[in-house]
Structure formats: C-alpha cells, structure tokens
Nanobody, 124 residues
Framework: VQLQASGGGLVQAGGSLRISCASS????????MGWFRQAPGKEREFVAA????????NYADSVKGRFTISRDNAMNTVYLQMNSLKPEDTAVYHC??????????????????WGHGTQVTVSS
C-alpha cells in the first residue's frame, strides 16, 4: 500500500484546512485509516482514526469537536477536516493504514503502512 498525503499549508488561528491521503496498491476498503502528527521536538501523536467502512471514528481529546475524519472508498482517499485551528496544531501530519475490520488503533506501532507527511502550520 502506498499512501500520499496532501493539502497542508499555512493558515491563521481559527481557520480551517482539509488534508487528504490517497491510497494505492491494495483494496482501500480493507483498511482502517489513521492520522497522526508530529511537531518539532515532540513525539508522534494520534489524531484520528476511521474504520474500513467509515462507520466508526476515534479522536484524540485535543482535536475532538474541531477535527473530522472521513473517507471515500470509491476514491481511495481519507480526509481530515480541521476547523478552529490553533497554533499548537502545527505539525507534520501523516496518514497510516492497517488491514483490519475490527478496532480503531490509536497506537502508531499498530499501523502497517505510512505515507509521507504534509506540513500544517497555524499562525497566531
């Protein structure tokens, strides 16, 4: 599975941004998908996850109510809609995939495939 994240950029605090992750190489609908982020000098942290069908989602407390993860299995793409952005959301955002039908992992080591990240910068 190959994953390619895109859509990052510079946005002012309070603004919105949608990032995407396109998948290729295997049946996208067989995979749970996750978003993680890593800020400079910090460890990678979980942001959100979505089940293979899109019927279940999971969010980190820090983004709950502001971010929405979704997927389009026909387009082999997962999205992260980010609203009410804060400077502390600044990070490189990575998408990840794991072939599973049960569970929404929030631990990075449980994901088998990773894409290159996309930079999101929120200015104050």
């Amino acid at each position: 599975v190959q994953l390619q994240a895109s859509g990052g950029g510079l946005v002012q605090a309070g603004g919105s941004l949608r990032i995407s992750c396109a998948s290729s190489g295997d049946t996208f609908s067989s995979y749970a998908m996750g978003w993680f982020r890593q800020a400079p000098g910090k460890e990678r942290e979980f942001v959100a996850a979505i089940s293979w069908s899109g019927g279940s989602t999971n969010y980190a407390d820090s983004v709950k109510g502001r971010f929405t993860i979704s997927r389009d299995n026909a387009m082999n793409t997962v999205y992260l809609q980010m609203n009410s952005l804060k400077p502390e959301d600044t990070a490189v955002y990575h998408c990840a995939a794991d072939r599973r039908r049960l569970g929404l992992p929030f631990i990075s080591s449980l994901y088998s495939y990773w894409g290159h990240g996309t930079q999101v910068t929120v200015s104050s």
